[in-house]
């Protein structure tokens, strides 16, 4: 079974900020991950995976295969970030997603 | 490019009748469409997965019989849900996979909100 784990349901930081949304994930395969991103009163859109290993409005995440963890880090936040955040696994050639519960991002100014 | 639209965005009905939702793929072909349920203020479930003229496989514990789900081309799912029921309130989200060039990505629709009165 495929599991997603996002411990913070909300997070709050400062503008300017480091911010890093945690996310751990159960899977006996190779997983895929994926950061999605939901922004107020918008659809659901894909930030970042770990196979391209690119940067994303800032934001970066490296699978930690030994300690199953993929978390999500930007060194400076800004308060165009504030959204709810989901980390999702891929596992098998069936390309379902597990989603975690998110966790919302606030930026204060 | 990459766009998922849905229709209705929102529906309101009475208990006991059936509500159909549209799920499209705009400028590109899907292969794979997947329905998925959010509650207020929780993630995402996966529902089913909808392949291009074959049936549907459902998660564990979604009832084939109350949501029927139909890809019948490449840019369109559709999902009924059936006899509907205060308890089948929820925002709906259904997502697309392309056929080619974006490997494991899932582009997804605006959702739409079903109210059972």
């Known amino acids: 079974a495929q599991r997603v784990t996002q411990p913070e349901k909300l997070l709050s930081v400062f503008k300017g900020a480091p911010v890093e949304l945690k996310c751990n994930y159960s899977?006996?395969?190779?997983?895929?991950l994926f950061w999605y991103v939901q922004y107020s009163r918008q659809r659901l859109q894909l930030l970042l995976r770990?196979?391209s290993r690119e940067s994303i409005k800032g934001f970066t995440a490296d699978l930690n295969k030994g300690e199953t963890s993929f978390h999500l880090k930007k060194p400076f936040a800004q308060e165009e970030d504030s959204a709810m955040y989901y980390c999702?696994?891929?596992?098998?050639?069936?390309?379902?997603?597990?989603f975690g519960k998110g966790t919302l991002l606030t930026v204060n100014p | 490019g990459a766009v998922v639209s849905q229709h209705p965005s929102w529906v309101i009905c009475k208990s006991g009748t059936s509500v159909k939702i549209e799920c499209r793929s705009l400028?590109?072909?899907?292969?794979?469409m997947f329905w998925y349920r959010q509650f207020p203020k929780q993630s995402l479930m996966l529902m089913a997965t909808?392949?291009?003229?074959?049936?549907?496989?459902?998660e564990q514990g979604v009832e084939k019989d109350k949501f029927l789900i139909n890809h019948a081309s490449l840019t369109l799912s559709t999902l009924t849900v059936t006899s509907a029921h205060p308890e089948d309130s929820s925002f709906y989200i259904c997502?697309?996979?392309?056929?080619?060039?974006?490997?494991?990505?899932?582009?997804f629709g605006p959702g739409t909100r079903l109210t059972v009165l």
């Open positions: 400028d590109f072909q899907a292969t794979t």
């Open positions: 999702a696994l891929s596992g098998g050639s069936n390309y379902k997603l597990t």
């Open positions: 909808s392949n291009e003229g074959s049936k549907a496989t459902y």
């Open positions: 899977y006996s395969g190779s997983p895929e």
């Open positions: 770990h196979i």
């Open positions: 997502s697309a996979r392309g056929t080619s060039g974006w490997d494991n990505e899932q582009f």
